[in-house]
Nanobody, 125 residues
């Protein structure tokens, strides 16, 4: 399975972006999915995730109410809709897949099996 993240860019505070993570060589509807981000000099942190069935979703406190994770099974793609972007959302965003078919949404990066290449999101103040 390979993941391809896209949709990043340079935006202003308050703008919106939608990140996409397309899977090839596998079916995203069979996997849990997560979005993480890493800012310069900081560790990679959990942003949002969903379990394989889509029945459970989780968000970091810093993005609750602003970001939404979703999946389009027909397109084999997971999305991260980001609204009301803030300067502190600036980071490289990574998508990841969890093959365990757990009912739990994992927040630890080491619970994910495959990673996309990352897409840069820059929010200007």
């Amino acid at each position: 399975v390979q993941l391809q993240a896209s949709g990043g860019g340079l935006v202003q505070t308050g703008d919106s972006l939608r990140l996409s993570c397309a899977a090839s060589g596998g079916t995203f509807s069979s996997y849990g999915a997560g979005w993480f981000r890493q800012a310069p000099g900081k560790e990679r942190e959990f942003v949002a995730g969903m379990n394989w069935s889509g029945g459970r979703k989780a968000y970091a406190d810093s993005v609750k109410g602003r970001f939404t994770i979703s999946r389009d099974n027909a397109k084999n793609t997971v999305y991260l809709q980001m609204n009301s972007l803030k300067y502190e959302d600036t980071a490289v965003y990574y998508c990841a897949a969890d093959f365990t078919r757990s009912s739990i949404v994992f927040v630890a990066p080491n619970r994910y099996n495959v990673w996309g290449q990352g897409t840069q999101v820059t929010v200007s103040s």
